[in-house]
Every structure is written in structure tokens, then in C-alpha cells.
């Protein structure tokens, strides 16, 4: 059975959520349907592509993923329809692939050329993707889908800066408890850090944590702590506390990492 995926800035009790399954499950029926999130903040593509990244590699080779974020269309940011690491990709050509994608795809392709561009409107992805979602299902040609082209949009995601002892790094999603997830990632601290001392500062100096926990219940509850997370990621919490809330943490904050000598 052909599994869809599903990330959107609706909300789950949309009438679209509804509306999208329809059109698959009419044409389609033997498919299943999975709904990563729909709680993107709206036209928040670095947000969805966080999400997506971290959780498309848990699914079988062969998923198609959709991607209703900011996917109104327009001549420069056509439907694609892209092939990566064994996936698929559905959505609107607004840089997210980009951010989503860590190595070169397989083939992108540009979906529904046959259809003028004048006839488009703001809710044509509801039938482009729909149908795309099916032909993919149905095993159809992909030489029948659309037209070839050779790149997508290219966002430079947000990476840390380095020097020696230092790792200035940022906030880059906010998860459902609340903890501040970093782009600092754990091979990029051990390396810069070579198991030395150190202490992590969150937005100042006045915010200091000098220990990686293992579990969040290794500090106290209402202290302030640094994990790796599932994705490998440097991520700053509060035992049982909402860190980005009581630190005013948000994506953009500033988490600094300084190395010391070792005595």
C-alpha cells in the first residue's frame, strides 16, 4: 500500500485536510495517509522543512511526501515534483527543498505543464498534487508527469560560526514542549571541542550550562539544561519547564558555546 505524507500551515480541524484525503481516497483508494503535522506556523517554510527533514528518513523507501506551505504558485515558483534519497517530494518551488534535501536528487521535474499557467489560481494545488500523489501511486511514468529541469530554488540554511574555541550557533525550531533545538550539531561539537571544558551560554552570560545531560531528568526539575537530541542537535531545555517561554527563546536566538584549556 503507497503511503502519502502530509505537512501543512492549516490546522488539523481545516476543512482542506479534508477536502486534499477526498481527492486522493476518490481516485485512489488502496493508499495510506499520514499526517506529519499541520501546525506550521503560516508561510513558514524553514519551519516545515525542519520538521520533514527529521522525520522523512523514518519512513520506507518510496513515500511521497506533500508539502502544503506557502505552495501558492506563480511562473517563478512553479509545481515540482522531486526525487531524493529513494522519496518523493510534492510541492511549490519556494526554496523548502532546498532545505529539506541534503544531497543532490535524483530528478526534479517541473508537474502539469500541459496546463497554461492563466488557468491556475490560488487553490490549484488541491488538484495538481492530488493527481500527481496517484500517478506516483499507480506506478505511471514519470516521464508523464511533467518536465524535466535541472535545478530548484537554493536556500543557504542558517549554519554556525566557528573559530577555535568557540561555536556561536543559533535557535532554530521551537518543539511542543517548548525546548529550543539548535543548529549546532553533536560531530561539529565534539570536533571544535576535542573533549575539552566548556560552557554554553543561552542569548548572555547570565544563562550559563557547563554539562551535556543524558536524560532531562538527570537535572533537577526548573533547571536549565543541554541535550542532543533525537536528530543529533544541540538542544536547551528546563527539566519539566518551558525554556523558550521563561528565556524569551525563539528561532534566531543566540546560543554560544566557549571551549577552555584544559588545566
Given at each position: 500500500m503507497p503511503i502519502v505524507t502530509l505537512t501543512t500551515d492549516w490546522n488539523s480541524e481545516d476543512y482542506f485536510v479534508g477536502l486534499f484525503k477526498g481527492k486522493i481516497l476518490s481516485r485512489c483508494i488502496d493508499i495510506n495517509i499520514v499526517d506529519i503535522t499541520h501546525r506550521v506556523n503560516a508561510f513558514n517554510t524553514s519551519q516545515a522543512a525542519f520538521i520533514i527533514r527529521n522525520s522523512y528518513i523514518h519512513f520506507p523507501p518510496g513515500t511521497i511526501h506533500v508539502v502544503f506551505v506557502n505552495s501558492e504558485p506563480s511562473d517563478k515558483n512553479p509545481f515540482l515534483l522531486v526525487k531524493a534519497n529513494r522519496h518523493f517530494f510534492i510541492g511549490t518551488d519556494n526554496g523548502i527543498f532546498d532545505l529539506i534535501i541534503n544531497e543532490e536528487p535524483e530528478f526534479i521535474?517541473?508537474?502539469?505543464?500541459?496546463?497554461?499557467?492563466?488557468?491556475?489560481?490560488?487553490?490549484?494545488?488541491?488538484?495538481?498534487?492530488?493527481?500527481?500523489?496517484?500517478?506516483?501511486?499507480?506506478?505511471?511514468?514519470?516521464?508523464?508527469?511533467?518536465?524535466?529541469?535541472?535545478?530548484?530554488?537554493?536556500?543557504?540554511?542558517?549554519?554556525?560560526?566557528?573559530?577555535?574555541?568557540?561555536?556561536?550557533?543559533?535557535?532554530?525550531?521551537?518543539?511542543?514542549?517548548?525546548?529550543?533545538?539548535?543548529?549546532?550539531?553533536?560531530?561539529?561539537?565534539?570536533?571544535?571541542?576535542?573533549?575539552?571544558?566548556?560552557?554554553?551560554?543561552?542569548?548572555?552570560?547570565?544563562?550559563?550550562?557547563?554539562?551535556?545531560?543524558?536524560?532531562?531528568?538527570?537535572?533537577?526539575?526548573?533547571?536549565?539544561?543541554?541535550?542532543?537530541?533525537?536528530?543529533?542537535?544541540?538542544?536547551?531545555?528546563?527539566?519539566?519547564?518551558?525554556?523558550?517561554?521563561?528565556?524569551?527563546?525563539?528561532?534566531?536566538?543566540?546560543?554560544?558555546?566557549?571551549?577552555?584549556?584544559k588545566k
Open positions: 521535474m517541473k508537474i502539469n505543464i500541459n496546463n497554461d499557467f492563466t488557468s491556475y489560481n490560488s487553490y490549484s494545488a488541491f488538484d495538481v498534487f492530488s493527481n500527481t500523489v496517484c500517478d506516483l501511486a499507480e506506478g505511471k511514468d514519470l516521464s508523464l508527469l511533467g518536465e524535466p529541469v535541472k535545478d530548484y530554488q537554493r536556500r543557504t540554511p542558517i549554519r554556525p560560526t566557528i573559530d577555535e574555541s568557540v561555536i556561536t550557533g543559533r535557535v532554530i525550531y521551537i518543539d511542543s514542549f517548548m525546548n529550543a533545538i539548535t543548529n549546532i550539531t553533536r560531530e561539529l561539537f565534539e570536533r571544535v571541542g576535542m573533549s575539552r571544558p566548556f560552557e554554553i551560554y543561552v542569548q548572555s552570560k547570565h544563562y550559563r550550562i557547563t554539562s551535556i545531560n543524558r536524560f532531562y531528568h538527570e537535572s533537577p526539575v526548573g533547571e536549565l539544561l543541554a541535550i542532543f537530541n533525537s536528530a543529533g542537535l544541540l538542544e536547551i531545555a528546563i527539566n519539566s519547564g518551558n525554556v523558550a517561554g521563561l528565556l524569551n527563546l525563539d528561532a534566531n536566538s543566540t546560543i554560544r558555546v566557549e571551549f577552555k584549556d
